[in-house]
């Protein structure tokens, strides 16, 4: 279920979205262009799928609005629609991802980036000498940005052999969720979409999140690469505390 | 001693619910859990106050100090035996308390399964309760217990809650959540409670903001508010 705060017309826009994967990577990435641009919320969604979440505004500590598992969040200016997740998924996302297919289909959102991860361990010995991001786009993507990519030098997303025995090889991106289903379902639609991913491993992956905003902004050209801000993103006041509060006085 | 000595132990990440993301692991959870919500009279059309009771101390409180001659009117139930919540009468409102053995991952569904209630509710509450060091924050706390509170538009709009606000970047789970989710996208008048307590027991002091929230809330004094019972700490501390 869907809910939006005004009806606003998404036509020509990018949705941004990330898959809940290793590391929370691709969450940590929205929460950072939401916060860096300022997004403002427009909407909600609902679904069973995830474990209900409540908290304050993460995102500014003087607003009385709430977060939830899944809001929806838009920049007018840089046409830009977000959906950020804040919750692990505990059911098959079926019908998650059917409601945001149909979103996309009916706001007429031109292009879809979604932000995942995958286990670092996954990384064969070839790619440790490249750098540890990857990009899967759709057929209908290919047709317009295919030169964008290759003047990135942006290496797709390699297939890996089934077993050690055929040569049979198939896409995957072990630890990054939902990433790659909802891929299929947006190139079965024909749907513009990119699914930008970065190999790492648990841990404080707040530099992994930085870099993949990065790499994704060279494509998406979101953030002005010539002012300062590039590098410099603003971090949400909901990353505070990560490592707990702060040592009680007693103990000194 | 490690049972998996010399065999490659994938890492797991706590981005998943289960161990892993692979297909088969969302299979353990059925998608359709059965919730109904059965009444012993009819059905009411509208509720005028709506509280629901979630987490074993709130719970233990709530039947000892306030539920303890209320009628259940109502149940929620799934395929198990037991109910997964009962639902009581007082006056004209509604406490409804979930079975502290409920699990998390099933709190998304019992949220969707309570959606046609919520929408005849006017004033919708929920109380939980959790530990104050899991309070993130650089208020200096000097008492035995907190309430903080997250409400919906609905409520923020009427009311000023600005102080007791629970603070980013703590957040609430489970069906508390679930219906003030569902309560907001809906425009319903919701606010959930939370009582930080510096221990697992209740005592007369911690125990304080609830006594004095449940007086506000059902407009009267608690009638039999004694510190005695299950879910108040009532043990020596001369031996162990």
């Given at each position: 279920?869907?809910?939006?705060?005004?009806?606003?017309?998404?036509?020509?826009?990018?949705?941004?979205?990330?898959?809940?994967?290793?590391g929370n990577?691709?969450q940590l990435?929205?929460d950072l262009?939401?916060a860096?641009?300022?997004?403002?919320?427009?909407?909600?969604?609902?679904?069973?799928?995830?474990i209900?979440l409540v908290g304050a505004d993460p995102y500014d500590e003087n607003s009385e609005d709430i977060c939830t598992a899944?809001?929806?969040?838009?920049?007018?200016?840089?046409?830009?629609?977000?959906?950020?997740?804040r919750s692990p998924?505990?059911?098959?996302?079926?019908?998650?991802?059917?409601?945001?297919?149909?979103?996309?289909?009916?706001?007429?959102?031109?292009?879809?980036?979604?932000?995942?991860?995958?286990?670092?361990?996954?990384?064969?010995?070839?790619?440790?000498?490249?750098?540890?991001?990857?990009?899967?786009?759709?057929?209908?993507?290919?047709?317009?940005?295919?030169?964008?990519?290759?003047?990135?030098?942006?290496?797709?997303?390699?297939?890996?052999?089934?077993?050690?025995?055929?040569?049979?090889?198939?896409?995957?991106?072990?630890?990054?969720?939902?990433?790659?289903?909802?891929?299929?379902?947006?190139?079965?639609?024909?749907?513009?979409?990119?699914?930008?991913?970065?190999?790492?491993?648990e841990g404080d992956n707040i530099p992994d999140a930085i870099?993949?905003?990065?790499?994704?902004?060279?494509?998406?050209?979101?953030?002005?690469?010539?002012?300062?801000?590039?590098?410099?993103f603003k971090y949400p006041c909901s990353w505070k505390f990560l490592f707990g509060n702060s040592p009680p006085k007693e103990i000194f | 001693?490690?049972?998996?000595?010399?065999?490659?132990?994938?890492?797991?990440s706590r981005a998943?619910?289960?161990?892993?993301?692979?297909?088969?692991?969302?299979?353990?959870?059925?998608?359709?859990?059965?919730?109904?919500?059965?009444?012993?009279?009819?059905?009411?059309?509208?509720?005028?106050?709506?509280?629901?009771?979630e987490g074993q101390i709130v719970?233990?409180?709530?039947?000892?100090?306030?539920?303890?001659?209320?009628?259940?009117?109502?149940?929620?139930?799934?395929?198990?035996?037991?109910?997964?919540?009962?639902?009581?009468?007082?006056?004209?409102?509604?406490?409804?308390?979930?079975?502290?053995?409920?699990?998390l991952?099933?709190?998304?569904?019992?949220?969707?399964?309570?959606?046609?209630?919520?929408?005849?509710?006017?004033?919708?509450?929920?109380i939980t309760a959790d530990h104050l060091s899991n309070l993130k924050s650089t208020e200096e706390i000097d008492s035995e217990s907190t309430l903080k509170l997250l409400?919906?538009?609905?409520?923020?709009?009427?009311?000023?809650f600005k102080d007791c606000i629970l603070n980013q970047p703590n957040i609430v789970t489970g069906?508390s959540a679930?219906?003030?989710?569902?309560?907001?996208?809906?425009?319903?008048?919701?606010?959930i409670y939370i009582l930080y307590t510096d221990t697992f027991d209740l005592d007369?002091k911690n125990a304080s903001p609830l006594?004095?929230?449940?007086?506000?809330?059902?407009?009267?004094?608690?009638?039999?508010?004694?510190?005695?019972?299950?879910?108040?700490f009532?043990?020596?501390?001369?031996?162990?």
């Amino acid at each position: 279920m869907i809910k939006l705060l005004e009806e606003v017309d998404l036509s020509g826009y990018t949705l941004i979205l990330p898959s809940v994967s290793v590391g929370n990577v691709g969450q940590l990435s929205v929460d950072l262009v939401i916060a860096t641009l300022g997004l403002k919320r427009i909407g909600r969604l609902f679904d069973p799928a995830f474990i209900p979440l409540v908290g304050a505004d993460p995102y500014d500590e003087n607003s009385e609005d709430i977060c939830t598992a899944v809001d929806i969040y838009v920049c007018r200016e840089k046409k830009l629609i977000a959906i950020q997740i804040r919750s692990p998924l505990v059911k098959r996302p079926i019908n998650f991802l059917k409601t945001v297919s149909d979103f996309i289909s009916e706001k007429n959102i031109s292009k879809v980036i979604i932000l995942t991860s995958s286990f670092g361990h996954e990384k064969r010995d070839i790619q440790l000498r490249t750098a540890p991001l990857r990009y899967l786009a759709t057929n209908t993507l290919l047709e317009q940005d295919a030169k964008t990519f290759e003047d990135l030098s942006w290496i797709a997303l390699e297939p890996k052999p089934i077993d050690d025995f055929s040569n049979q090889t198939s896409l995957q991106i072990h630890g990054g969720g939902f990433a790659k289903i909802l891929f299929e379902i947006l190139q079965k639609n024909k749907v513009p979409c990119v699914v930008i991913m970065k190999y790492c491993s648990e841990g404080d992956n707040i530099p992994d999140a930085i870099e993949l905003t990065n790499y994704f902004n060279q494509y998406a050209k979101l953030i002005d690469t010539d002012s300062e801000l590039l590098g410099q993103f603003k971090y949400p006041c909901s990353w505070k505390f990560l490592f707990g509060n702060s040592p009680p006085k007693e103990i000194f | 001693m490690v049972s998996y000595f010399g065999e490659v132990v994938h890492p797991s990440s706590r981005a998943f619910w289960n161990d892993d993301d692979d297909d088969e692991a969302f299979h353990c959870h059925e998608d359709n859990l059965g919730f109904s919500i059965n009444w012993t009279n009819e059905e009411p059309v509208t509720i005028k106050k709506f509280i629901l009771i979630e987490g074993q101390i709130v719970a233990e409180f709530t039947l000892s100090c306030v539920l303890k001659d209320a009628d259940i009117v109502g149940t929620i139930d799934n395929k198990s035996e037991k109910p997964i919540a009962k639902i009581y009468k007082i006056d004209d409102v509604y406490i409804c308390v979930i079975d502290s053995n409920s699990e998390l991952t099933e709190a998304g569904e019992l949220t969707k399964t309570l959606s046609h209630l919520l929408s005849k509710i006017e004033k919708l509450y929920a109380i939980t309760a959790d530990h104050l060091s899991n309070l993130k924050s650089t208020e200096e706390i000097d008492s035995e217990s907190t309430l903080k509170l997250l409400c919906s538009s609905k409520a923020a709009k009427e009311n000023n809650f600005k102080d007791c606000i629970l603070n980013q970047p703590n957040i609430v789970t489970g069906l508390s959540a679930g219906v003030l989710t569902y309560a907001d996208i809906q425009d319903i008048f919701c606010i959930i409670y939370i009582l930080y307590t510096d221990t697992f027991d209740l005592d007369s002091k911690n125990a304080s903001p609830l006594t004095k929230l449940f007086s506000t809330l059902l407009e009267k004094p608690i009638p039999q508010f004694k510190t005695s019972g299950p879910c108040f700490f009532n043990k020596g501390n001369l031996y162990m």
